[in-house]
């Protein structure tokens, strides 16, 4: 007599296939139903064989078994069932503002245990859901900060590749100059300086936001209508000529001060 069992392995790895029966017997088999092949079982009735590396089931069926006398026909079969690797990718490279957040987002293999690391550090993990999905917001980044797959983990442990970059702007800045102190019926030029390219919003005497577009050097210039009273330019906030345009609060004032004629 003779009979066959096989085991479960994870794709890439061997299989066993246990064959037991009359000791000595000489047992004739096939591999997928290709040619006969032979082994021969030991004292004990054993013979335990090691498949080459499987990425896909293999069936061992049984033909015959031989003990030095007689040949008796078999059919039994073990199967080596050859389970896929998990799966892991990651999105969600982008350029946000500083201070703000991101999210960063994983697909693969459903129910899947995803390790990760952020600017490599310790390993992190997150758990796909049953559609294969999970994402992680960032904090709030001031500087670029990188999140590598590392390995992922199912009913096997494959590793993983693959990185999501989140690009950090620096906010704006805006700064005014310009006080002095005029006659009445001049003029005079207030000063922005700032972020390249940035818009940069003010008021005149507490009035309605105007703007102003700072050049490639970051400097900008505007000369006041003729004064016969004091004049404050206040500052109101910043944006960036980026993309995603960076907002920034400003502060900062200059005070036109206008002294009467004589």
């Given amino acids: 007599t003779a009979s066959v069992t096989a085991n479960t392995i994870c794709s890439g790895n061997t299989g066993t296939v246990t064959f037991t029966g009359t000791p000595n017997a000489v047992v004739t088999y096939t591999v997928d139903g290709g040619a006969n092949q032979t082994i021969t079982l030991d004292a004990a009735g054993q013979y335990v064989l090691t498949t080459p590396v499987l990425t896909a089931n293999s069936t061992y069926t049984l033909v015959s078994v031989f003990d030095g006398t007689t040949t008796t026909p078999l059919t039994a079969s073990a199967t080596v069932t050859v ?17 703000s957040t991101a999210v960063i987002s994983f697909t693969g293999t459903a129910n899947a245990v995803v390790t990760y690391t952020v600017d490599s550090g310790a390993n992190q993990t997150i758990t796909l859901d049953a559609t294969g999905n999970a994402s992680v917001t960032t904090p709030a980044l001031t500087t670029n900060s990188t999140y590598d797959l590392v390995s992922v983990n199912g009913a096997c442990t494959n590793t993983a590749s693959g990185s999501a970059v989140v690009t950090v702007l620096p906010l704006p800045t805006a700064a005014i100059s310009g006080a002095t102190t005029i006659c009445s019926g001049a003029t005079a030029v207030v000063s922005f300086t700032g972020t390249a390219n940035a818009t940069i919003t003010y008021t005149v005497d507490s009035g309605a936001n105007q703007t102003i577009l700072l050049d490639a050097t970051g400097n900008a210039s505007v000369t006041t209508p003729v ?3 004091n004049s404050t330019y206040n500052l109101v906030s910043v944006a960036s000529a980026t993309t995603p345009v960076c907002n920034n609060t400003a502060s900062g004032s200059v005070t036109i001060t206008v002294n009467a004629l004589p």
């Fill in 83 to 99: 389970t896929a690797l998990p799966t892991a990718s990651i999105s969600g490279s982008t350029t946000i503002c500083s201070g």
């Fill in 227 to 229: 004064l016969t009273a």
